[in-house]
């Protein structure tokens, strides 16, 4: 399977825009690119997915680089509820695969 | 809003009894998922399912077994629970292809004394 590499944490200040970088340089063709966040004592939730161009939705955008071995998740104005663990995961078409989360990235977002 | 339902959300329980976390969807899902995750750590997957009686083991050895003899329904069981069994336990659900979003519920925690 696929893998990413995600810093370990990051740091921003409210209202700012956070850009969270994710590498996964051996995708192959039919892995879409999801983001999940876990929010503290909770389950993650689902933030964002693409799989060649980028993507807006009302949580964040998504860029995916042109080679599509690394992406951003994008959130234009963070507030203090953004606090979280972002995973980046691989999810890859076909009839059966299994979903496996890294590590992901601390995001401290400061007031 | 997510139609995934865990129960027990908290369970303390001693040394060598048996016990099952039940996870149930009402979404029609075919995968369904359970993760372990200790505080502040990794998730990790123990066992997934693509239907009914389809059954596999995650990346991450576990004691535990489970069951899906219902589309709507994938308890896990400790037959013998140790104390090295406490730990937050999460299922998850989505529907089939790479599109569609993974569902989680609230989690198990659970705690061995």
């Known amino acids: 399977d696929a893998k990413t590499t995600q810093p370990n944490s990051m740091e921003s200040n409210e209202e700012e825009p956070v850009h969270l970088p994710c590498n996964h340089s051996?995708?192959?063709?039919?892995?879409?690119i999801h983001w999940y966040r876990q929010l503290p004592s909770q389950g993650p939730e689902y933030v964002i997915h693409?799989?060649?161009s980028n993507v807006n939705n009302r949580m964040a955008s998504l860029a995916i680089a042109e080679d599509r071995k690394s992406s951003t998740l994008i959130l234009h104005r963070a507030t203090l509820r953004d606090a979280a663990v972002y995973y980046c995961?691989?999810?890859?078409?076909?009839?059966?695969?299994?979903?496996?989360f890294g590590k992901g990235t601390l995001l401290t977002v400061n007031p | 809003e997510a139609d995934i339902y865990q129960t027990p959300r908290y369970l303390v329980i001693g040394t060598g009894k048996k016990i099952t976390l039940e996870c149930s969807q009402t979404?029609?899902?075919?995968?369904m998922y359970w993760y372990q995750q200790d505080p502040g750590m990794e998730l990790h997957l123990i066992h997934y399912?693509?239907?009914?009686?389809?059954?596999e083991k995650g990346d991450l050895s576990s004691e535990s077994t489970v069951s899906r003899i219902r589309t709507e329904h994938f308890p896990l069981t400790l037959e013998s629970a140790r104390p090295s069994h406490t730990s937050q336990y999460l299922c998850?659900?989505?529907?089939?292809?790479?599109?569609?979003?993974?569902?989680f519920g609230e989690g198990s925690r659970l705690t061995v004394l």
């Open positions: 998850a659900s989505t529907k089939t292809g790479p599109t569609g979003e993974l569902f």
């Open positions: 051996t995708i192959s063709g039919t892995d879409y």
């Open positions: 693409g799989l060649t």
């Open positions: 995961i691989l999810v890859r078409g076909g009839s059966n695969y299994k979903l496996t």
């Open positions: 979404m029609g899902h075919d995968k």
């Open positions: 399912s693509y239907g009914v009686n389809s059954t």
